[in-house]
């Protein structure tokens, strides 16, 4: 397989982009250059490694152009494809193309604004945090006081030919066990605030992204993977708001001490200090190659888990296609390689560290042994006590746990790093819509009338394919539209279309005359109500699920909930369950039926008493008592409002004020079903002709 790209851009702006996007690829890639790029004129087959995925990489054509404003020509790929960038136009780009975006951090750089984008998350904790870092100063002094004081009593003890040696080594003691003390109660206060504030940072972070999230317009859902959502929700916030907090107070612990510790070996003995610290600088670099690779290395690792998790999240909450498909052999072991990947990522950690960790505990034990050595021939020429010594050897200890400290401290804040990019893409990404902003109409203004004006329109992630072609189609306020159609004409994309979960490419969907992309779509969706095909209801009680359908739920009164009931002929159904109207159903409701999951969304529906109701009627059989009891709920929640049905029952169509015959992009038909069967060589004719052989022979009406 092999793919085209094309690039039109300066030549510079070509190389910049080239180098940012990473471009790898198992197969060769022809690159054709439109303006400029000598760099690539000469190499019209290009051998890359990894990034687009041979198995995805179909046929991408690529029109770019340089500027504030990407201009996306000539794009065509039958298959999403891997685009790894960090400029915001080519992000911008790859989204457009309905491409997935991954930010490519290059291991190691971390730019000012990520640091101050980290600075800003702990900025509400500013004060717990400073709290922190008094008793961390209090708990550090301490402890780089206690090899001085140590060294004392060992002098004290080994001039013990003194009367009062006793009482000057129990005072000793004494003070010191005070200072022991404070410095115990100040640690235990450092690491109290800094959790606290740790779990404080990962709770404001988790909210905001949450809500990022659910500010997203749809097409973004359908190219984002919920298990990549999910796992920044959960494991990237924790390791930021870690990196922020432990992290960043064992840091600073390290620094003091290690600072201190240097100091005081100086103080003891400047000759050994200046000996020992010969060995810090290639040490620091090594920590610094380790932190850069660390980084690198838990993007890949959480990436590959982000996958695997998006795979079990979608196979366990379908598990019964899974079982009814008897794929759960081949599902383990899909999941099985993806963790396998895990784990070799893992593994290629795991060994760094241990070549890491292994040189510095070698360096550690040469350095005492050398201080031990050096030291000892200083004593011997009565240069150095034993206190001194002994001193000296605590401080060069400390200092080696500091430098350790600062090493995991840097590849911690490596980490940070990478899981902050990763949720700031997500919490700064602009949704196309906003969700609170526009026009909100008075209740007297809202009729109801709706209108698709010359609306064509193709999905975001598929944008060769229309789906309608200047489409117009007037329901009254207040009347009955039945839609209908083949498979894949676009019912639903009209429905979609009215909720505005996406906006056409061209033309303009109107309620009462107003444009809906001037109304505040938060208002425009609390005043239509949408009953579908299947249902979705939430795993909490049936009475919840009910009450979710009003505006502000809390207000909703049990009353409320059992009239909606009972409108809906759910009422009976529901009494007859142990526990009533707290049932709980599972979740999607997978504890109910299909007719019973349509009864609770009618009466979710009729509690919302929206103005403008859409429905998308069952094709699923329901059995006669079932589909009666749906049907006449239905019916009721029909009353007074304008209604647009995607219908696939006689009744309803032969019930409908029009119908609307969807075919070829646009409206082919639209008029009573009387008047639509007068034309005999209609298209609805022939559907409905269809439909009767398809009831008396199905075989038959197939091979038509
Ligand atoms: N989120 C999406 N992204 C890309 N393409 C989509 C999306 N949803 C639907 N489509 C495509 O749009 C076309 C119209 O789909 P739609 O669901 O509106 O048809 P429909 O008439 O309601 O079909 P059915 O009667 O089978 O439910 C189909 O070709 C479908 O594959």
Same mark, same amino acid.
């Given at each position: ?19 940012q ?6 197969n060769?890639?022809r690159?054709?250059?439109l303006?400029?790029?000598t760099?690539?004129r000469?190499q019209?087959k ?6 687009f995925e041979?198995s ?8 770019v ?6 201009v996306?020509?000539n ?8 685009f790894?960038?960090t ?10 193309a ?10 190691g ?8 984008k ?7 904790e500013r004060w717990?945090?400073s709290?922190?870092?008094s ?7 301490v ?7 140590l060294?004392?009593?060992i002098d ?6 003194s009367?009062e040696?006793?009482?000057s080594l ?15 109660? @100040?640690? #235990?206060?450092?690491?109290?605030l800094?959790?606290? /504030?740790?779990?404080q940072? %990962? *709770?404001?972070?988790?909210?905001? !992204?949450?809500?990022?999230?659910l500010?997203?317009e749809v097409?973004f ?5 919920t298990?990549e ?13 870690s ?13 003091a ?14 000759s050994?200090?200046?000996f ?11 920590a ?10 838990s ?6 888990? @982000?996958? #695997? ?6 196979r366990? /909450?379908n598990?019964?296609? %899974? *079982?009814?498909?008897?794929?759960? !052999? ?5 999941y ?7 784990l070799?990522?893992a ?7 241990a ?8 360096s550690g ?8 050595y050096?030291?000892?021939l ?5 240069h150095?006590t ?14 080696g ?7 995991s ?10 899981a ?7 919490m700064?990404?602009?949704?196309e ?8 109409l ?16 193709a ?6 394919v ?9 329901v ?11 498979s ?27 444009d809906?992309?001037?109304l ?9 109500g949408?009953?579908?095909?299947e ?7 049936i009475?919840?699920?009910i ?20 409108i809906a002929n759910a009422?009976?159904?529901i009494n007859?369950f ?5 049932t709980v159903?599972?979740?999607?409701g997978?504890?109910l ?6 009864r609770?969304a009618i ?11 859409l ?15 749906v ?5 009721r929640l ?7 049905v ?8 032969q ?12 409206v082919?038909?639209c008029g009573?079903h ?13 559907l409905?002709e269809?439909?009767a ?12």
């Amino acid at each position: 397989m092999s793919g085209v790209i094309m690039l039109q851009m300066s030549r510079f702006a070509t190389r910049k982009l080239l180098q940012q996007w990473n471009i790898n690829c198992k197969n060769p890639v022809r690159l054709y250059q439109l303006s400029g790029l000598t760099l690539m004129r000469s190499q019209r087959k290009l051998v890359c490694k990894n990034v687009f995925e041979a198995s995805l990489f179909t046929h991408v054509r690529l029109g770019v152009t340089s500027g504030p404003r990407c201009v996306w020509t000539n794009f065509r790929a039958s298959t999403p494809f891997t685009f790894y960038s960090t400029s915001t136009h080519s992000r911008q780009a790859a989204e457009h193309a309905g491409s997935e975006v991954k930010t490519n951090d290059k291991p190691g750089q971390v730019s000012t604004n990520d640091f101050k984008k980290l600075l800003q998350l702990a900025h509400p904790e500013r004060w717990r945090l400073s709290a922190a870092v008094s008793f961390l100063v209090v708990s550090s002094a301490v402890t780089m006081s206690a090899p001085f004081f140590l060294g004392k009593v060992i002098d004290t003890v080994y001039s013990n030919s003194s009367e009062e040696f006793t009482s000057s080594l129990t005072s000793l003691c004494i003070m010191l066990a005070g200072v022991f003390l404070c410095g115990g109660a @100040a640690n #235990a206060a450092r690491v109290y605030l800094i959790q606290v /504030s740790g779990q404080q940072i %990962v *709770r404001n972070l988790r909210e905001s !992204l949450f809500s990022s999230i659910l500010r997203q317009e749809v097409g973004f859902f359908d190219k984002t993977r919920t298990g990549e959502l999910i796992n920044r929700l959960s494991s990237d916030t924790a390791i930021v708001g870690s990196a922020l907090t432990d992290n960043v107070s064992d840091g600073l612990r390290s620094i003091a001490q290690a600072g201190a510790g240097v100091s005081m070996m100086f103080y003891v003995s400047p000759s050994l200090a200046t000996f020992v610290l010969m060995i810090v600088p290639p040490m620091a670099g090594l920590a610094v190659i380790y932190g850069r690779y660390v980084r690198s290395i838990s993007k890949q690792t959480q990436d590959a888990l @982000a996958q #695997a998790m998006q795979l079990a999240e979608e196979r366990i /909450s379908n598990l019964r296609t %899974v *079982r009814a498909f008897g794929k759960e !052999l081949t599902e383990v072991q899909t999941y099985a390689e993806k963790v396998d990947y895990v784990l070799r990522l893992a593994k290629k950690e795991a060994l760094f560290t241990a070549g890491f960790f292994g040189v510095t505990g070698l360096s550690g034990n040469m350095i005492i042994l050398s201080v031990l050595y050096k030291g000892g021939l200083l004593m011997g020429s009565e240069h150095m006590t034993v206190g001194e010594l002994s001193s000296f050897l605590m401080y060069a200890f400390w200092v080696g746990i500091s430098i350790a400290g600062l090493s995991s401290f840097y590849s911690e804040l490596m980490k940070g790093f990478g899981a902050g990019t990763r949720l700031w893409e997500l919490m700064e990404r602009k949704p196309e819509f906003p969700l609170n902003e526009g026009v909100v109409l008075r209740p007297e203004q809202l009729k109801g009338a709706l209108e698709f004006h010359n609306v064509s329109f193709a999905y975001p992630t598929r944008k060769d394919v229309l789906i309608f072609q200047n489409l117009s189609l007037t329901v009254p306020a207040g009347s009955v539209m039945a839609v209908v159609g083949s498979s894949g004409s676009g019912k639903s994309t009209l429905v979609s279309l009215l909720l505005r979960l996406y906006d056409p490419d061209s033309g303009m969907v109107t309620i009462d005359g107003h444009d809906i992309r001037n109304l505040n779509a938060y208002w425009l969706r609390s005043r239509i109500g949408t009953v579908s095909q299947e249902p979705v209801l939430f795993s909490c009680s049936i009475a919840e699920n009910i009450a979710y359908g009003a505006s502000d739920p809390s207000q909703v009164t049990t009353q409320d909930i059992l009239r909606a009931a009972q409108i809906a002929n759910a009422h009976d159904f529901i009494n007859g369950f142990p526990k009533g109207f707290d049932t709980v159903v599972g979740e999607k409701g997978v504890l109910l039926s299909g007719g019973q999951k349509q009864r609770i969304a009618i009466a979710r529906a009729l509690l919302k008493n929206p103005k403008i109701l859409l429905l998308d009627e069952a094709t699923s059989a329901l059995d006669t008592e079932n589909e009666f009891l749906v049907q006449e709920a239905l019916e009721r929640l029909m009353q007074d409002r304008t209604v647009l049905v995607i219908a696939h029952r006689l009744s309803t169509i032969q019930n409908a004020d029009a119908v609307a015959v969807l075919d070829q992009q646009h409206v082919v038909e639209c008029g009573s079903h009387a008047q639509l069967l007068t034309n005999q060589d209609g298209l609805f004719r022939k559907l409905m002709e269809r439909q009767a052989l398809l009831h008396a022979d199905p075989k038959l009406a197939l091979a038509k």
